[in-house]
């Protein structure tokens, strides 16, 4: 069964930086397509980003928001996805989710990790 | 940049039907999904490429597409179907995954 383990959250200044790990079990991380999504307290789903398998280009995509400040990028050798973030503001805090979604001999399987909270403040 | 449209909130009695319509410009080229998030939960995929339903996931869910307006329906719903419902598409690029604000459902 696939698993998704996000980890590094925690609290950051403005300004600040921090580092999201995803580390997948279970899947075959190295032709998933992640992305990262995330939820403000009470607010609703947000897309951050994504980013292809290395077979597909490995490209990145990234929502207006975080553009230029967010960066995304992955290890196959270690199933792990990674979330840079950068120049944090305080409308970055969130619940952050690594999602993937894979098809397989039994239909589509979707899979998101538990979450890990960013909160910002000074 | 991109938007879907979602109606804030729905009501429902017990076993009646409740639909939810999100309304996007590239929805006529670009599939839609649909996601349950009950209160504290991580979200649940119910239905994808407009109208698939995932393995597990209760008939009663079920989507359409016409147009700019993709459509979740619940036929019969249940008190445990009370959630938040997001759909998720992407824009015309399909560089840019959104999703709709979302709609909270409440079966009562």
């Known amino acids: 069964e696939g698993r998704l383990v996000e980890s590094g959250g925690g609290q950051v200044k403005p300004g600040g930086s921090i580092r999201l790990s995803c580390a997948a079990s279970g899947i075959t991380f190295n032709i998933a397509w992640m992305n990262w999504v995330r939820q403000a307290p009470g607010k609703g789903l947000e897309w951050v980003g994504r980013?292809?398998?290395?077979?597909?280009?490995?490209?990145?995509d990234y929502a207006a928001p975080v553009k230029s400040r967010f960066i995304i990028s992955r290890d196959d050798s270690q199933n792990t996805l990674y979330l840079q973030m950068n120049s944090l503001k305080t409308e970055d805090a969130a619940v952050y989710y690594c999602?993937?979604?894979?098809?397989?001999?039994?239909?589509?399987?979707?899979?998101w990790g538990q979450g890990t909270l960013v909160t910002v403040s000074s | 940049s991109y938007e879907l449209t979602q109606p804030p909130s729905v009501s429902v009695s017990p076993g009646q039907t409740a639909t939810i319509t999100c309304s996007g410009d590239a929805l006529p080229k670009k599939y839609a999904s649909w996601y349950q998030q009950k209160s504290g939960q991580v979200p649940v995929l119910v239905i994808y490429e407009d109208t698939k339903r995932p393995s597990g996931i209760p008939e009663r869910f079920s989507g359409s597409s016409s147009g700019t307006v993709a459509t979740l329906t619940i036929s019969g719903a249940q008190v445990e179907d009370e959630a938040d419902y997001y759909c998720?598409?992407?824009?015309?690029?399909?560089?840019?995954?959104?999703f709709g604000a979302g709609t909270k459902v409440t079966v009562l």
């Open positions: 999602t993937t979604r894979l098809n397989t001999i039994f239909g589509v399987a979707d899979f």
């Open positions: 998720y598409s992407t824009d015309s690029s399909g560089n840019q995954r959104v």
């Open positions: 980013i292809k398998s290395q077979t597909d280009g490995g490209t990145t």
